[in-house]
Each structure stands twice: as structure tokens, then as C-alpha cells.
């Protein structure tokens, strides 16, 4: 019996590779340093595995801004129209954030989470090689540590279904002879170089794939297992699909996820050959509840009877989707404290799960507490709350609509904002600046007295409204200086919520977030937006908008209770953002955005259970939305996903203007809500914001020009892809002013 995990977060303990990252790009820090800060985080990481007791070291899960694009590096497959952007890490770099003369490669969720991943751009001529250096040193590295190393790799298959097609190919399917002969060169050098054992993830195989996909699996991977280490094929999410004949390929073990899909595991008990090897993922890798024992053991028992030293404990998935350390927590309420459990913890209730297997005396005491704890939470006063479980059931069917339609109401909307063709305006925030950021944790630590604080921030907000007049936008933003993150800073305000001061989680990049824990039911005691709102539109006589996050972007970017249906959860959360919605517009409010970036990563995985997820969200988002008039008109934003399949969904939500992010895909994205007929308004972002690069006037002009040839010019807005927090104001300035312009060109075109 062997214990590993999949994968551990990269970020390190203080998100030492944030801070490296971001100095390396400032030119502050070297390629050395860099290096070392790299080094220093794999090591930890190694070192807390063997720690804990695990029977192996995973290596390689470990990327300087994403495992996809790390693995398509080792790979050789870049995109070729990088190739004069330098080598190396400057290469990966180019690909991630873009330069002056290329835009950076798409990026969107991996699968049904909050992380996302570069999208690998396939051409015909797309072509690899063994590049994997790195991560054979890596390997060597790990191995001084005396303890079995196994490596992980992105599988080929999910490497090439999430690329896109470029440049006129067909079908990505036909490139795979040629990656499989990379892989092979890889794996090989691995067998050489001493690896027993690589896991090679196919998180895929949870989908409803089409016959050539799934068909292709069984020659690649005979082809790879010819000349490798034994082959540990790794899926998570949910349950593979026909797992009969999965069992037969030649790998010589299988990883299945069974928090997200237990009842797959029976299926494999009975399919699995007699010399493979079953891993079970039965500590949760993406939420940060500590692990029912009890619950645990009772899927691993029949495992073991049936497997004995073939079987394998885990993590679900990686813990790239936790934060890393439950021991930097001090401040957290400490009944909630005794409920959870982050990466560190996940990693020794692994090596827990193995003892309570073969000696459960010698885990005694520890087994006690993981029960009682659980008990204590069942039973918790924390929980619940009467105003809101009474709330609930006062929901009426038409507390979900709006009073007319979208025709009824873009007529009067257009009378009271009296608004230019091709209006402009921002998806909402503002850079973060060193000083706004000093500032709030100043006033946290009570080193900034209130009213002082107020000030700050009012000066801030009066600075953004400012430029905004300056650039010559249409509908402006108080530029949310206040807000430290626009899931945290709602949750801060509402019952049910608790934050931590560590929990720190890679959204991309040098990006992290700190989702909050969404523990009991959710109420607003009060308004959160109001007074910020209303100052900033006492500066200007043109609209602001009012600036919220949506119930299910405030569901999926938090750690959710795993005791009540997710749609219980998310009715609560709307119910409270409509209180916010109706108070705004109370306060004179014309425009109200209510983001819901999350909307799309939060399907199923399987599309057969996308009816039900669907229903709840998109009637959650209604009703925050649908207590103001016609004339009060509601935004949403949503940014780097695929839409296409779920348009009728997004079209129910009845959102008056829909803003997404087309940037980086050339405004391929219209062309799905061309097809559709999407009926309302919609902003197509012109202006990535992730990236340092700044568009020019033209090329925002040829954007806008694309987008006009498939929605009608009279519903389109001009807006950057996402909100400008993570950019500098010289950056935003130039960006800023060039979207104006390149909006008044258009407006004089379709004007002449």
C-alpha cells in the first residue's frame, strides 16, 4: 500500500514566487534569483512529502506561471509565433503575458475550477521535441532526498483536446503521432534516468468525449508504455466514462477522484487487471474541509480487501486548489479552525488514512479527533441562522423576473443615460496601488483611524473619476480602492463568510487569491456599497455604476460548506446581493454591474448534468437582479471561459449589457453570439488587461470593426477585457486613452 499526492501548491508558504516573479519582471531580480526562489519552493514542497511519511515525492508539478504551458514547453510545442521573443523562461514568459510585438496566449479555467491555464495554439506545422531538461534536473535533485520520485507530466491527449486549432488546421486529433513521439523521448529519459513510476494526467477522460477521442487513448498510450516507467493514469473531477474498457489500456495503474464521483469505484474494483495498481482519491484536494475518517475509510476497505497492496492513497486531485498551511492561520475563530484542513493537513490525513488501515491503534487518538471534529461541526449553532432559513422560503417564481422585457427596457434606459453610440466604460476597478494597499492594512491593524481611512480612500475614488473624465469615457466606476478582492470584500460584510490570513490560492500566474470559507448561512446585516458609490457619483454628472459580485461567482471563488446543496447556498447569496441591487438604485443608481465571471466553470463536467446546475444559477443570478425598475439597467461581465455552449443560459439571465473578454481570442467569441441571435447589449472587451502590453488605436479600431460586422453597432459597448487592478496607471492611462479614441473613430464612421 503506497500514499503520494498529485500535486502540492507552487506558490510557496508567503507566495514566495509571487513576489520573485513579479521582481523578476520589473527587472528587480535576476534569472539566478529567480532560479533560486524556484529551487528552494520545490525543495520545501519534496521535504514536507517525506515529512508527513508519503511513499513517494511528486515532481514536476511545480511551473513558473502554469502546468499547461510548462508542460507544452518540455514538449517543444510553443507557438511558433513566439520563437523570436527569446528562449527559455524570457519564451515562456512571452507566451504567458505577451510583448510589444505579440499578444499573450488565451487563458481560461481549468475545468470546473478557478485556476486557469494558458490555451495551447495548434497549426499545421506545429511540431515537438524533447525539451524537458528542466524537469530531469528536477528529477536528479529530488532523488538526493533518498526517497521514491514521481514525476507528473499533463497527459497528450488533454494537452492537445484543451488547444485550439490555428492557421487553418482541421483537427488538433492529427497532430498526435507527432506529440506522442515527443512524449515518448520524455518518457524514456525518465525510464533511464531511474523513475519507476510517472503519473501522466488525463483529467479528460471525466468528460463526455467524442468516439475519436476517446478511441485514440488505447494506441497512445500502448505506444508510450512500450518504452517508459510504469504509468500511473490520472483523472479527477468526476467519474471516467466507461470504465471497462478504460481498465484494459496498458498503463499499469489508474488514479480515480472518489470525493467528487464515489460510486465509480465498485466499477473498478471489478474491471481493474489483477497486476494494476488503484490510487483513490479520498482526501479532498479542492475544498478546505477536514477529511471525515470515518467516511474515508469506508470507501478505502473494500479497496484494500479487494486490492491489498495494490492499492494506492491519495489526494482527489492536486492541492494546487488549497491553501498551503492551516498553521499560519492565528486569528480564524477556533471552533471553524478545528474543521479545517489545508494542504499541509491534507498530506498528513493521507499518511493518516494508511495507518488507520493497517495498525488503527497506533492512530487511535488522532482518528478520535478527526471524528470528533467532524461531530462538532454537524452539530454547530455556527450553521444556521432563522432570518435567512425564513427568507428562503418566502421565494416567489416572479421574484426572478424583471417587470418588462429587454426591448421594453433599453428604450428607457437609453432616455435616462443618454449615452453616444459605441458607449464606454470599464469593467469596474482600478489599480491597487502600494498606497491603497498600505492604507487598508493600515486601517485593519488599527493604525488608521476611521475617518482618516475614509479620506484615503475618498481621494482615491475622486482621483479615478477624475481620469475617467479626463479619458473621455461614458460610464464611469468609483474604481473600488476600498475592496481588497471582489469575493473577499462582499464576504467581509456578510454573515456566513470567514477569511483567513494565509490562505493564499493561485488564480494564474503571479496571481493569487484568498477565497473565503463560506461556513454557515449568508445574510447582509447591512449595505456595502452604497456610500462609496453615491460619493463617487456626487463628483461627476455623468452615471456610475454601481459595482457587485455575483451569487455564483461568490459561491465558486469560496470554499463552499459541503452540508446543504450548492443551490441553497447560492439562493442566500442572492437574496442578500438584491438587497444591494434594490438599495443602490434607492441611492440613485442608474447602473448596476453585477460580475459573474464564474457563471461558465461552474458546469458539471458532463453535460448530461448541465440542466440542474444551470437552472439554480442562472435563476440565483435573476433574482438579485430583477428588484429595479426597467429604467435601472443591469451589467454583468464575465471573462476567459468557453460560452458558446451555455449562450441560451447566459441570454435567460436577462443581463441589459453583457460584457466578456474577446481580446485575446480576436473576437473569435462573437461569433457564437452571432449565431445565436444573443438579443441584448454586449461589450466585447478590446483591451487585455493582463497583459503589460498596450493596444494601439488601430488595433482596438480593427477589434471593434470585427465585433460591428456580427452585432448590430447600436448594441455595442467598448470596454478593456476585465477590470484594470493588477496594471499600473501609466499602463491605464495609454490603454484608457486609446480605447476613447478608437470608440470616437467608429462613432464618426458609422455616424458619416
Known amino acids: 500500500m503506497k500514499t503520494h499526492i498529485l500535486g502540492l501548491p507552487r506558490i510557496g508558504?508567503?507566495?514566495?514566487?509571487?513576489?520573485?516573479?513579479?521582481?523578476?519582471?520589473?527587472?528587480?531580480?535576476?534569472?539566478?534569483?529567480?532560479?533560486?526562489?524556484?529551487?528552494?519552493?520545490?525543495?520545501?514542497?519534496?521535504?514536507?512529502?517525506?515529512?508527513?511519511?508519503?511513499?513517494?515525492?511528486?515532481?514536476?508539478?511545480?511551473?513558473?506561471?502554469?502546468?499547461?504551458?510548462?508542460?507544452?514547453?518540455?514538449?517543444?510545442?510553443?507557438?511558433?509565433?513566439?520563437?523570436?521573443?527569446?528562449?527559455?523562461?524570457?519564451?515562456?514568459?512571452?507566451?504567458?503575458?505577451?510583448?510589444k510585438n505579440q499578444f499573450a496566449m488565451e487563458m481560461t479555467k481549468w475545468f470546473d475550477t478557478n485556476y486557469h491555464y494558458l490555451v495551447p495554439e495548434y497549426a499545421p506545422d506545429s511540431d515537438f521535441s524533447d525539451c524537458a531538461d528542466d524537469l530531469l534536473a528536477e528529477i536528479r535533485e529530488a532523488q538526493q532526498l533518498g526517497r521514491a520520485v514521481k514525476p507528473v507530466l499533463v497527459g497528450p491527449l488533454t494537452l492537445l483536446y484543451l488547444g485550439k486549432e490555428k492557421q487553418g488546421l482541421e483537427n488538433r486529433l492529427s497532430l498526435l503521432p507527432r506529440l506522442l513521439t515527443a512524449y515518448s523521448a520524455v518518457l524514456q529519459r525518465l525510464q533511464a534516468a531511474g523513475v519507476e513510476w510517472v503519473q501522466i494526467d488525463e483529467p479528460v477522460l471525466t468528460l463526455e468525449l467524442a468516439p475519436e477521442w476517446r478511441a485514440a487513448f488505447t494506441g497512445a498510450y500502448a505506444q508510450l508504455a512500450a518504452h517508459a516507467p510504469k504509468i500511473l493514469l490520472v483523472t479527477y473531477f468526476d467519474a471516467v466514462e466507461d470504465i471497462a474498457a478504460c481498465a484494459q489500456w496498458p498503463v499499469a495503474g489508474w488514479h480515480i477522484d472518489l470525493v467528487r464521483a464515489p460510486s465509480q469505484l465498485a466499477a473498478w474494483l471489478t474491471a481493474l487487471p489483477q497486476d494494476h495498481v488503484l490510487s483513490c482519491g479520498v482526501v479532498d484536494g479542492r475544498n478546505v474541509w477536514r477529511c471525515d475518517a470515518d467516511r474515508a475509510l469506508e470507501k478505502l476497505r473494500p479497496a484494500q480487501a479487494a486490492l491489498g497492496e495494490r492499492l494506492w492513497i491519495a489526494s482527489s486531485c492536486s492541492l494546487l486548489h488549497a491553501p498551503v498551511d492551516l498553521a499560519a492561520e492565528k486569528k480564524l475563530n477556533l471552533e471553524l479552525r478545528n474543521w479545517l484542513a489545508f494542504g499541509q493537513q491534507k498530506i498528513e490525513e493521507v499518511a493518516l488514512l494508511k495507518q488507520a488501515l493497517l495498525d488503527p491503534?497506533?492512530?487511535?487518538?488522532?482518528?478520535?479527533?478527526?471524528?470528533?471534529?467532524?461531530?462538532?461541526?454537524?452539530?454547530?449553532?455556527?450553521?444556521?441562522?432563522?432570518?435567512?432559513?425564513?427568507?428562503?422560503?418566502?421565494v416567489r417564481k416572479e421574484d426572478a423576473a424583471r417587470a418588462s422585457s429587454y426591448a421594453v427596457r433599453i428604450e428607457k434606459q437609453r432616455v435616462e443615460l443618454a449615452l453616444p453610440l459605441f458607449p464606454t466604460t470599464t469593467i469596474g476597478s482600478f489599480p491597487q496601488t502600494g498606497a491603497i494597499r498600505a492604507a487598508r492594512a493600515a486601517y485593519k491593524r488599527g493604525q488608521l483611524g476611521h475617518l482618516d481611512y475614509l479620506q484615503t480612500m475618498r481621494a482615491e475614488?475622486?482621483?479615478?473619476?477624475?481620469?475617467?473624465?479626463?479619458?473621455?469615457?461614458?460610464?464611469?466606476?468609483?474604481?473600488?480602492?476600498?475592496?481588497?478582492?471582489?469575493?473577499?470584500?462582499?464576504?467581509?460584510?456578510?454573515?456566513?463568510?470567514?477569511?483567513?490570513?494565509?490562505?493564499?490560492?493561485?488564480?494564474?500566474?503571479?496571481?493569487?487569491?484568498?477565497?473565503?470559507?463560506?461556513?454557515?448561512?449568508?445574510?447582509?446585516?447591512?449595505?456595502?456599497?452604497?456610500?462609496?458609490?453615491?460619493?463617487?457619483?456626487?463628483?461627476?454628472?455623468?452615471?456610475?455604476?454601481?459595482?457587485?459580485?455575483?451569487?455564483?461567482?461568490?459561491?465558486?471563488?469560496?470554499?463552499?460548506?459541503?452540508?446543504?446543496?450548492?443551490?441553497?447556498?447560492?439562493?442566500?447569496?442572492?437574496?442578500?446581493?438584491?438587497?444591494?441591487?434594490?438599495?443602490?438604485?434607492?441611492?440613485?443608481?442608474?447602473?448596476?454591474?453585477?460580475?459573474?465571471?464564474?457563471?461558465?466553470?461552474?458546469?458539471?463536467?458532463?453535460?448530461?448534468?448541465?440542466?440542474?446546475?444551470?437552472?439554480?444559477?442562472?435563476?440565483?443570478?435573476?433574482?438579485?437582479?430583477?428588484g429595479v425598475s426597467d429604467a435601472t439597467?443591469?451589467?454583468?461581465?464575465?471573462?476567459?471561459?468557453?460560452?458558446?455552449?451555455?449562450?441560451?443560459?447566459?441570454?435567460?439571465?436577462?443581463?441589459?449589457?453583457?460584457?466578456?473578454?474577446?481580446?485575446?481570442?480576436?473576437?473569435?467569441?462573437?461569433?457564437?453570439?452571432?449565431?445565436?441571435?444573443?438579443?441584448?447589449?454586449?461589450?466585447?472587451?478590446?483591451?487585455?488587461?493582463?497583459?503589460?502590453?498596450?493596444?494601439?488605436?488601430?488595433?482596438?479600431?480593427?477589434?471593434?470593426?470585427?465585433?460591428?460586422?456580427?452585432?448590430?453597432?447600436?448594441?455595442?459597448?467598448?470596454?478593456?477585457?476585465?477590470?484594470?487592478?493588477?496594471?499600473g496607471w501609466e499602463e491605464v492611462d495609454a490603454g484608457l486613452v486609446n480605447m476613447v479614441a478608437a470608440a470616437k473613430n467608429l462613432r464618426q464612421r458609422y455616424a458619416e
Not at 529551487?39 to 515529512?51: F, K, Y
Not at 435567460?652 to 445565436?676: C, H, K, N, P, W
Not at 454586449?682 to 482596438?700: C, K, L
Request: charged share 25%.
Open 461 to 626: 475614488i475622486k482621483l479615478a473619476i477624475e481620469k475617467q473624465e479626463a479619458y473621455g469615457l461614458d460610464l464611469l466606476v468609483h474604481g473600488e480602492a476600498e475592496r481588497n478582492d471582489m469575493v473577499e470584500y462582499f464576504g467581509e460584510l456578510l454573515w456566513g463568510y470567514a477569511f483567513t490570513e494565509n490562505g493564499w490560492v493561485q488564480s494564474y500566474g503571479s496571481r493569487c487569491v484568498k477565497p473565503p470559507i463560506i461556513y454557515g448561512d449568508v445574510y447582509r446585516p447591512e449595505a456595502m456599497t452604497v456610500s462609496w458609490t453615491q460619493y463617487a457619483q456626487s463628483l461627476t454628472a455623468k452615471p456610475v455604476k454601481g459595482m457587485l459580485t455575483g451569487p455564483i461567482t461568490m459561491l465558486q471563488w469560496a470554499f463552499v460548506r459541503d452540508d446543504q446543496p450548492r443551490a441553497d447556498t447560492a439562493l442566500q447569496i442572492a437574496l442578500a446581493i438584491r438587497d444591494e441591487v434594490c438599495d443602490l438604485e434607492a441611492a440613485g443608481i442608474r447602473v448596476i454591474q453585477i460580475d459573474e465571471p464564474a457563471i461558465r466553470e461552474g458546469l458539471p463536467l458532463k453535460r448530461s448534468d448541465w440542466t440542474h446546475y444551470l437552472q439554480w444559477a442562472v435563476r440565483a443570478f435573476q433574482i438579485s437582479a430583477a
Open 361 to 394: 491503534a497506533s492512530v487511535a487518538d488522532r482518528l478520535q479527533q478527526a471524528r470528533d471534529s467532524h461531530a462538532q461541526r454537524q452539530a454547530s449553532g455556527l450553521r444556521t441562522n432563522a432570518i435567512v432559513q425564513q427568507r428562503l422560503r418566502n
Open 13 to 99: 508558504p508567503n507566495r514566495e514566487l509571487k513576489f520573485a516573479l513579479e521582481s523578476f519582471w520589473k527587472g528587480e531580480l535576476d534569472e539566478a534569483g529567480l532560479q533560486q526562489v524556484g529551487a528552494q519552493l520545490r525543495r520545501h514542497n519534496w521535504q514536507r512529502q517525506i515529512d508527513a511519511g508519503l511513499d513517494f515525492i511528486t515532481v514536476g508539478d511545480f511551473a513558473w506561471y502554469d502546468h499547461v504551458l510548462q508542460t507544452l514547453a518540455r514538449l517543444g510545442g510553443l507557438p511558433a509565433r513566439f520563437a523570436n521573443e527569446g528562449s527559455g523562461l524570457q519564451q515562456l514568459f512571452a507566451c504567458a503575458r505577451g510583448t
Open 633 to 727: 439597467q443591469i451589467h454583468t461581465h464575465m471573462c476567459y471561459a468557453e460560452f458558446n455552449d451555455i449562450l441560451d443560459s447566459i441570454a435567460a439571465m436577462d443581463a441589459d449589457v453583457i460584457t466578456i473578454e474577446t481580446s485575446r481570442s480576436d473576437m473569435e467569441l462573437l461569433r457564437g453570439f452571432q449565431q445565436f441571435e444573443y438579443p441584448n447589449d454586449i461589450g466585447p472587451g478590446v483591451y487585455d488587461i493582463h497583459s503589460p502590453r498596450v493596444p494601439q488605436v488601430r488595433e482596438m479600431e480593427r477589434l471593434l470593426e470585427k465585433a460591428a460586422q456580427v452585432i448590430p453597432a447600436e448594441r455595442l459597448w467598448v470596454n478593456p477585457d476585465c477590470g484594470l487592478k493588477t496594471r
